[in-house]
């Protein structure tokens, strides 16, 4: 079996022919287009890590907030390197990491967690 | 004949990421499913050439889904193609356990993402 890494780059639809092939600049206008219909979306993610930072802050978080939390920053990485935002998906992958099960986010300083929400929201808010 | 790929992944964004991909670089047919179970359902009626399929969904997964492909008369020999953004090593090693053609990993080029799939099946 083949393990393939992939480089950073550059609808619901039913069985059916494509249009035809794409140049990289067409790709890259359908691409801002699904990014301006999926915005919504990846700020409730973002917003969700904010929420996060402050939890932490407090020391009140719970497992589930800690697991829903884990589950938008896979997102987040899986989703922002693939609209050209690579830094983002790295912001989001040690996120995911220090909020991973087995993975207690104690000796990590809050600081730290909001310097990675602001950044990362930085970076969705400037595409 | 272009090739026909199921595509299965629940985030939305992703699957409509992939399906532009594949059909407007590549000129391939595209199916796709929001979950596990109706991936299995699409398979079945489709017959893809190969299905891209995610790993983390709620309800049925990935490697479930992978399972219940195999276990069908109908799908079992479909190539399938694990999409995962898990970059830790012991995940790797779990899926390329699983007895898949190979890993895609998330994020990915929309570029490049049917030249991976092409290179893997032997399509080129």
Known sequence: MAMTTTAQPGGGAEA????????????????????????????????MLDAAVAAYAAG????????????????LAGTLGTFNLA??????????????EDCVPDSVSAGRLASLAAELRVIVEGR | MPHKILIID???????????????????????????????????????????LDVMMPGMDGPSTFRELRKNPATAKIPVLLLTAKVQSSDQRRFADLGVESVLFKPFDPMTLADQIAGVLGWK
């Open chain 1, 16 to 47: 059916g022919t494509g249009p035809g092939k794409l140049t990289g600049l067409d790709l890259s206008a359908a691409l801002d287009n699904l990014w301006v219909r999926f915005l919504p979306e990846i700020r409730a993610r973002v917003g």
């Open chain 1, 87 to 100: 830094r983002g998906t790295e912001l989001a992958r040690e996120f995911e990491l220090l909020f991973a």
């Open chain 2, 10 to 52: 629940d985030e939305d964004d992703i699957r409509e990421v992939a399906a532009l991909s594949l059909e407007s670089v590549a000129g391939w047919d595209v199916v796709t499913a929001n979950s596990g179970a109706q991936g299995v359902a699409r398979a079945i009626e489709h017959q893809p050439d190969a299905i891209l």
């Open chain 1, 60 to 75: 009140a978080m719970t497992s589930e907030e800690r697991e829903a939390v884990h589950s938008a920053a896979h997102k």
